[in-house]
């Protein structure tokens, strides 16, 4: 719990920065005065952050954001001409100064103090309740009959924040169904950041006001490529429906994103330029594309992408990425982009997820747990033996493009449900752990040569600060980032920068 002069530092410290990002975000509406105000923001960051980054690894940004022309500049000034002033102060404020520059601070402190993972972000379902049945769903695997209360959602956030995590997801079931609840928790936690998974359906002007004016809420709508490609597996006017919500969004000036899973049969369709044109056009910003996975009874294991879709779709996400495409739109990988977050995030090392039921498991794809929000806190969370089990594991493989202890390695998720005895989650159909790795062990085998094939292929960076123990930590024969062959492909153990791997 933090004191009386903490928490009086920290409010002081909060108003400082959003006088100065009020004195920035008038400058930055003069298209001449841009970059010389860029320049005053990595200044006062820099001075933040003090000794924990250095000189070169600042002036190379100042270099950036003097450069109009660089692609992600422009990226940057587009979304400030297309985004509500006062959504885009909340959103620097919250993202820029709690979560990345005073959270990630506290989050490493904490994650020495505590001795287990401390997430950058938390992950939880107000509730399982969805209009939709999407074919191999993974969400709607629990049914339809919990809920988390008002109470349970203002507590994860209440001691989150007191361990450093300031940015908080929700999923579900359709979290838009309990939008009442989510505007009150995010007006009482207005220095927090929520963002909200959804299918898009109940989204209308009246809703995207009060998200303008409350100024910490985004939206992450599903879609799958073409109309066809969508509504396939999502429902007849499901794709409608999301064209209106992203026009809904953009009209009221907020940032929002895209989630897509990609499967077997819509992987062309939602890589193609015509999409990611589509998105751009529409206004989202950001994406994740997450890979499907065969979780519960009633997944579709044979929905999941082959082999070598998923080898493209790496060469796919980085090229739009990269400095050769001009798309203004920003994709993250949840699988193939592990080698940039130091592989695995689960278990709380960069984040966990809290079901409706109020469990607490390692990812919103692992359907296990032993501790629960009704009867531990957050940190009680953390330090159960699963969480613990992860903390000591990470990371699962040295090879970040194998980094899931189901997916990639599914032998270790099930070594580490039965040594700590954690039980499986899933109220609605029941699935064991051998159950659910048995679905993943050949796809495993045949994406290991593929992946180390890969790795070896490229060259790596590694981070100055990983997130793991400190045995991992201080033993470079321990470290991710070393060749199939045993060679190491480090490019250069480069200063942190802030936020950089959490």
């Not at 003069?30 to 070169?56: C, H, L, M, P, Q």
Request: proline share 5%; glycine share 6%.
């Amino acid at each position: 719990m933090a004191s009386a002069i903490e928490n009086a530092k920290h409010a002081a410290e909060r108003q400082a920065f959003g006088l100065m990002i009020d004195g920035f975000l008038k400058h930055l509406s003069k298209s001449e005065d841009r970059a010389k105000t860029y320049v005053k923001i990595v200044d006062a960051a820099e001075k933040f952050w003090g000794g924990a980054t250095n000189k070169e690894k600042f002036d190379a940004v100042r270099k950036v954001v003097q450069d109009p022309d660089n692609r992600w500049m422009r990226f940057i000034n587009r979304i400030i001409d297309e985004t509500d002033p006062h959504y885009l102060k909340m959103m620097a404020l919250n993202l820029g100064y709690e979560a990345f520059l005073r959270g990630t601070r506290l989050i490493r402190e904490n994650r020495e103090k505590y001795d287990c993972n401390i997430p950058w972000l938390i992950l939880f379902d107000p509730t399982m309740a969805c209009n939709m049945h999407c074919v191999g769903c993974w969400s709607g695997t629990y049914g339809h009959k919990s809920n988390l209360s008002y109470e349970d959602m203002d507590k994860i956030v209440t001691e989150g924040k007191e361990l450093g995590a300031y940015l908080y997801m929700m999923t579900g079931g359709e979290p838009t169904v309990r939008m009442k609840d989510i505007f009150r928790l995010a007006e009482k936690h207005n220095d927090c950041f929520f963002g909200l998974y959804s299918n898009s359906t109940l989204i209308n002007d009246e809703m995207c006001e009060k998200v303008r004016e409350l100024g910490n809420i985004t939206f992450m709508l599903s879609l799958e490529g073409t109309p066809e490609t969508n509504d396939s597996r999502r429902g007849d006017g499901h794709y409608e429906a999301v064209m209106k919500a992203m026009d809904c969004l953009k009209r009221h000036g907020i940032v929002f994103g895209t989630s897509v899973c990609y499967t077997r049969t819509n992987i062309e369709a939602v890589t193609s330029d015509d999409f990611f044109h589509l998105l751009e056009e529409k206004g989202a910003r950001f994406g994740f594309f997450f890979h499907l996975m065969p979780v519960g009874n009633n997944a579709a294991p044979e929905l999941m992408p082959t082999i070598e879709q998923r080898r493209k779709m790496i060469d796919r996400i980085r090229y739009i990425r990269s400095k050769d495409c001009n798309l203004e739109f920003f994709p993250m990988d949840f699988q193939n982009d592990g080698e940039f977050v130091g592989g695995c995030i689960a278990g709380g090392r960069n984040y966990f997820h809290i079901n409706s039921n109020g469990d607490a498991e390692p990812c919103v794809f692992i359907y296990f747990s032993n501790t629960n929000i009704h009867e531990n806190s957050i940190l009680e969370m953390l330090q159960s033996p699963l969480f613990k089990a992860y903390h000591e594991g990470q990371p699962f493989n040295r090879n970040h493009l194998r980094p899931c202890p189901m997916l990639e390695n599914p032998q270790l998720l099930r070594e580490m449900v039965k040594a700590t005895g954690a039980h499986q989650t899933n109220q609605e159909s029941p699935e064991e752990v051998d159950h659910l790795c048995a679905k993943c062990d050949d796809y495993a085998k045949e994406w290991a040569p593929v992946a180390e094939e890969v790795w070896a292929s490229q060259t790596h960076r590694r981070p100055s600060y990983e997130n793991y123990t400190p045995e991992k930590r201080e033993h470079p024969e321990l470290s991710a980032f070393e060749h199939a062959d045993g060679t190491n492909g480090i490019e250069s153990v480069e200063p942190v920068e802030p936020g950089e791997a959490v």
